[in-house]
């Protein structure tokens, strides 16, 4: 085994054929490899979620294309810009920001929903490299559309990088020490506030949209870096050796187990016992729709019109500062872990399900969020048009 991922996940990629022994990684609970895969994984939550946040804040600019067509650099409208519906209270895009939102999510939900069905068959290196190239895209393909249904297409980009990586690294902490977890959770928050600063930053300096998308490219490279490079490589499940790891590498996201003992696992379960695990974990389920739900039904829906006209700031700009302290507060809840524990976690597992139920209810709870947020989209589209069509 490497004394890297990349060597270990480059094994895992070929014909198997015999090779030189190369020396052993170090151990994962050493001094040198906890910090190595703490910052590998801290990094792998940024850069995964980047993309998707900075398409977030860019939502007001991607539509107010459709007003500037032809504006091949996305310049930035003035201080006080004419409102699209001069009748109405509200400086309204003929579009809700929610459209943004959808393209944003919606890949991601699908993905959530389609990987138990056979995302693990596949290698851990082309699943991180297809997240790579389409976060890649992403930047380029809204950066360079002339029309809003393209740019909304280099949105689909972001969602797919950011839903396949989600999926992939969380099923790759399977082989590390569990804290690496909590690190890629404040990564994550770290992609909320980062990427929404950084997109307010560049413009609020000058530089324009197209060209700010543009200076993100290298954010795709140190995902790929941190994945190949930094995280040191994972021990095998047990004596198996690399066959063994390769085997747990390509099973569902919770499960280390090879397919010959997930006899009596949720591969195995009725469709009349999924419908009554999924029945018992409706009570945590739905406050988990509702809470996702109302803070993206805010964020994309109602933050677009808000705007007050007396300021130095444009309506655009107004809007990615709602953005970047949204963000902010994400940063410091999803960090919140590295400073304040919870010390009776032993009552969360009372509330468990059975090991036969686990990796099923896991699989359907998981896609709260992403389903919350889908909801949240859905609905605010109606209600933009409500609003701007006002007296």
Same mark, same amino acid.
């Given at each position: ?177 569990? $804290?690496?977890?909590?690190? *890629? ?5 770290? &992609? /909320?506030?980062?990427? =929404?600063? %950084?997109? +307010? ?114 309506? $655009?700009?107004?809007?990615? *500062? ?5 963000? &902010? /507060?994400?940063?410091? =809840?999803? %960090?919140? +872990? ?54």
């Amino acid at each position: 085994m490497g004394s890297s991922a990349g060597s270990w996940r480059r094994l895992e990629d070929s014909e198997r054929e015999e090779t030189d022994p190369e020396p052993r990684a170090p151990p994962l609970d050493s001094p040198s490899a906890h910090w190595k895969n703490a910052v590998g994984f801290w990094i792998l939550g940024l850069c995964n979620n980047f993309s998707y946040v900075v398409m977030l804040s860019a939502a007001h600019d991607i539509l107010k294309q459709e007003q500037e067509s032809g504006n091949q650099s996305h310049v930035e409208p003035g201080p006080t810009p004419v409102p699209h519906n001069s009748s109405s209270r509200f400086d309204c895009n003929s579009i809700s920001t929610a459209a943004v939102l959808l393209a944003d999510i919606l890949p991601t939900l699908i993905i959530k929903l389609l990987a138990p069905l056979g995302l693990h068959l596949l290698p851990y290196s082309p699943r991180v490299l297809v997240s790579g190239v389409c976060s890649a895209g992403s930047f380029i393909l809204v950066a360079f559309s002339q029309s809003v249904g393209l740019s909304l297409c280099g949105v689909v980009l972001a969602s797919i990088s950011s839903g396949l990586g989600e999926v992939t690294f969380l099923s790759l902490t399977a082989f590390y020490p569990s $804290a690496v977890i909590s690190w *890629w959770s404040s990564g994550t928050g770290g &992609a /909320g506030l980062l990427g =929404s600063l %950084s997109y +307010l930053g560049l413009t609020q300096a000058g530089l324009s949209p197209q060209h700010t998308l543009l200076s993100m490219l290298g954010i795709p490279v140190l995902l790929l870096g941190s994945y190949f490079l930094l995280l040191t490589s994972p021990e095998p499940q047990d004596p198996g050796g690399i066959d063994e790891a390769e085997t747990a590498a390509r099973q569902p996201l919770i499960g280390t187990e090879t397919p010959q003992s997930k006899s009596g696992s949720s591969w195995d379960l009725s469709l009349q016992e999924r419908w009554t695990v999924f029945k018992g974990l409706l009570r945590y389920i739905i406050p988990l729709v509702l809470v996702y739900f109302a803070e993206y039904f805010i964020n994309q829906g109602l933050f677009e019109l808000l705007f007050f006209r007396n300021t130095s700031l444009s309506h $655009a700009q107004q809007y990615r *500062w709602y953005q970047m302290l949204y963000q &902010a /507060g994400v940063f410091a =809840s999803r %960090s919140s +872990l590295q400073c304040c524990r919870i010390r009776f976690t032993w009552v969360l597992a009372l509330l468990q399900t059975s090991d036969k139920h686990r990796e099923f209810a896991m699989e359907a709870a998981c896609v709260s969020d992403t389903l919350g947020i889908s909801i949240s989209g859905v609905l605010a589209l109606p209600l933009h048009d409500f609003l701007c069509h006002l007296p």
